[in-house]
């Protein structure tokens, strides 16, 4: 999402609602289609209340990633740090954040201390890509 808004002349507040706004409606579609699917399939469906606390729990997820690279954006907005530099660090951050997740990922299926590092590496390859692709498209 910081790729596509965080155009070459786009400010990090213009970032920050898109973004916001953004994880806000794909963290709905989440919950949403989690509670359907909790609510009317398997064995033991469950009641509706229940379904809709599991999807908001499995989907926390995706609001607690958005945090940090949010709070970067912030930084921008009131002026602490130049906009692109905001951005730019927002951007960063996200690939942190995936390198994170795929080493946790890879270390809760009992993979080695190699495997989790070129998971985490490979995962947070997909953050470069975007980055990159920032680069050709913008600039």
Excluded: E, N
Aim: proline letters at 2%; a positive charge; one cysteine or more.
């Amino acid at each position: 999402m910081i790729v596509v808004a965080g155009a070459a002349d786009a400010t990090s507040f213009t970032v920050f609602v898109i973004v916001v706004v953004t994880v806000l409606v794909f963290w709905g579609a989440h919950v949403y289609a989690g509670t359907v699917a909790a609510h009317g399939f398997g064995r033991d469906p469950r009641p509706l209340r229940d379904a809709f606390r599991h999807a908001v729990r499995q989907s926390r997820g995706l609001l607690i990633s958005a945090l940090i690279p949010c709070a970067i954006l912030l930084l921008g907005t009131t002026r602490i740090v130049d906009d692109q530099v905001a951005i730019w660090a927002a951007m960063l951050s996200g690939i942190v954040i995936l390198a994170v997740i795929g080493w946790v990922a890879f270390r809760r299926r009992g993979a080695s201390v190699a495997r989790s590092l070129a998971g985490a590496a490979m995962t947070a390859a997909f953050g470069v890509v975007m980055a990159v692709l920032k680069v050709l498209v913008v600039h």
